[in-house]
T-cell receptor
Framework: QKEVEQDPGPLSVPEGAIVSLNCTYS??????FMWYRQYSRKGPELLMY????GNKEDGRFTAQVDKSSKYISLFIRDSQPSDSATYLC??????????????FGTGTQLKVEL | NAGVMQNPRHLVRRRGQEARLRCSPM?????VYWYRQLPEEGLKFMVY????????ESGMPKERFSAEFPKEGPSILRIQQVVRGDSAAYFC??????????????FGPGTRLTVT
């Protein structure tokens, strides 16, 4: 079983829809959670960064962490064609002396259609 | 404010040659990470460095791969005697800190290595 599971999609939605992207994880030591957006043949771009459980909002994006369920979500409101990309969740465990490596999900491919 | 810089962006090597990938972190960042993205796979951690120190190399293959982050200059990921299976996108990331706020990592554009 992978440490981080993410549905690869593809997920296709109409412009203006609310998009929900999700990851589940098995390692209860994960404390820091990130969402990245990656366009084809580009580097990952950090969208959201949260620590422990709760919600965080930034513009059209909301990140949600439920540690009791080991489940994180990214919501995109009023989706645009420019949001079409692969979305990666990533996590870092509670620091234990140098353990800053990100563990990634495999990414969900999103397509927002006109 | 320049982001993470990587060069070259594309690198073609024949089997058996050496590949050198360079990464300059964001200004003010002293923590550098290397990740590899194989076709149809997710990003995998390779190594974490601070200036003049390798902190965590648990994701590095034991042979042919090495990394450094000297006191002056960029971080270097070196792959000796490349094989076709090394063909991948290699990404560098940097962070300003390692605890609490400042733990987030920012990625460069990547180097796409093709081994022929």
């Amino acid at each position: 079983q992978k440490e981080v599971e993410q549905d690869p999609g593809p997920l296709s939605v109409p412009e203006g829809a609310i998009v929900s992207l999700n990851c589940t994880y098995s390692n209860s030591a994960f404390q820091y959670f990130m969402w990245y957006r990656q366009y084809s043949r580009k580097g990952p771009e950090l969208l959201m960064y949260t620590y422990s459980s709760g919600n965080k909002e930034d513009g059209r994006f909301t990140a949600q962490v439920d540690k009791s369920s080991k489940y994180i979500s990214l919501f995109i409101r009023d989706s645009q064609p420019s949001d079409s990309a692969t979305y990666l969740c990533a996590m870092i465990p509670i620091l234990t002396g140098g353990g800053n490596k990100l563990t990634f999900g495999t990414g969900t491919q999103l397509k927002v259609e006109l | 404010n320049a982001g993470v810089m990587q060069n070259p962006r594309h690198l073609v090597r024949r089997r058996g040659q050496e590949a050198r990938l360079r990464c300059s972190p964001m200004k003010g960042h002293s923590h550098v990470y290397w990740y590899r993205q194989l076709p149809e796979e997710g990003l995998k951690f390779m190594v974490y460095l601070q200036k003049e120190n390798i902190i965590d190399e648990s994701g590095m293959p034991k042979e042919r791969f090495s990394a450094e982050f000297p006191k002056e200059g960029p971080s270097i990921l070196r792959i000796q005697q490349v094989v076709r299976g090394d063909s991948a996108a290699y990404f560098c990331a940097s962070s300003p800190n390692t605890g609490g706020e400042g733990n987030e990592q920012y990625f460069g554009p990547g180097t796409r290595l093709t081994v022929t």
